[in-house]
């Protein structure tokens, strides 16, 4: 897997802007109704909620590990924001949700999202769990199989979510948003609310 990974990381690297692209459309536009709650497991095996981040944002992004270009477009940027961040990433905890718990294991969760940078957490869960979680967030996916294939895809919503330290949402950025962008939003948005202790997972 982590072969894979590498290559399709450079690839991403060189061709971001044309993936980002054919998957715009998967991004869904009604936020205001989003209810930020989820009770997950982390690749440990413990049950993770929303409120165990209190005191941090949370950049929660949607996705499965088989996913060929939009998933890890999407790590690759999580990344990149944490790195230009700098010091204030740690006001920041990424995540990523798998909706392909049939698939996506606490240690192949581990594996994928460290391949990226070790300070994302990857949570699954049952399939209802997941589900319910996604419909909180008003993630949209469905399994994508052909007739008698046994190999199948997951068709689902793109973009990251920010919760902030009070564990309520903030916005929905748009995938394909750039890196930059996103990061000086967050900036901004960190810089109205007060430094506070968090709690230690």
Known sequence: MMRYLAALLAALIVCAPAAAQSAHDLLVGETRDINPRYLLQDPNGRSISNEDFSGRFQLIAFGYTYCPDVCPTTLVEMAAILKQLGDQAKRVQPIFITVDPERDTAKVLKTYTEFFDPRIVGLTGSPALVRRAADNFKIRYAKVQEP??????????????????????????????????????LVEIMGEYPVVPTRRR
Do not use: C, R, W
């Open 148 to 185: 008698g294939a046994e190999n199948y895809t997951m068709d689902h919503s793109a973009g990251m979510i920010l919760l902030g330290p009070d564990g309520l949402f903030i916005k929905k950025f748009a995938f394909a948003t750039p890196v930059e962008k996103i990061t000086a939003q």
